[in-house]
């Protein structure tokens, strides 16, 4: 049985955006490692990712867990499932994972990412910055 997770892994792994829309609620939220409010909403977490799949280099996942955890909207606990990833961004390798809560139609509702180390948590915040303001989806940062 293909799961939302896999069906996602595979999105990701094929860089279409198009399969990725079908998997998110409307009301999507993203926690970033970057930034400390959520990414809200289909239309910008989807742009997010546009700038993601373009980011990352030599992105694959090397693992999956399902199970059930709280979300952080509402505390409810939620079917969830951790995706590990390594990938690499301006020559930093990068682990990390993807924290994936489903809603009652296995839709994903909440996204969290976690990276380390700290470097490239720099580096991919600079990069993922630099690549919304590029794509009109964020203004640039003041001088």
Known sequence: ?????DRFRAAVDERDLTAL?????????LYSPVKFTPFEGKAMVLGLFGVLLRTFEDFRYVG????EADTSADGTTAPS????????????????????HF????????????????????????????????????????A
Not at 83 to 99: M, N, P, S, Y
């Open 21 to 29: 829309d079908d998997l998110f609620t409307d009301d999507i939220r």
């Open 64 to 67: 999956c867990f399902d199970g």
């Open 81 to 100: 499932a951790v995706l590990l990833f390594r990938a690499t961004v301006g020559g930093r390798q990068i682990h990390g994972i993807d924290l994936l």
């Open 103 to 142: 809603d009652d139609e296995g839709l994903i509702k909440e996204f969290t990412v976690m990276v380390r180390p700290q470097s490239a948590v720099h580096a991919l915040g600079e990069a993922v910055l630099a690549g919304l303001v590029a794509d009109g989806l964020v203004p640039a940062p003041a």
């Open 1 to 5: 049985m293909t799961t939302t997770a």
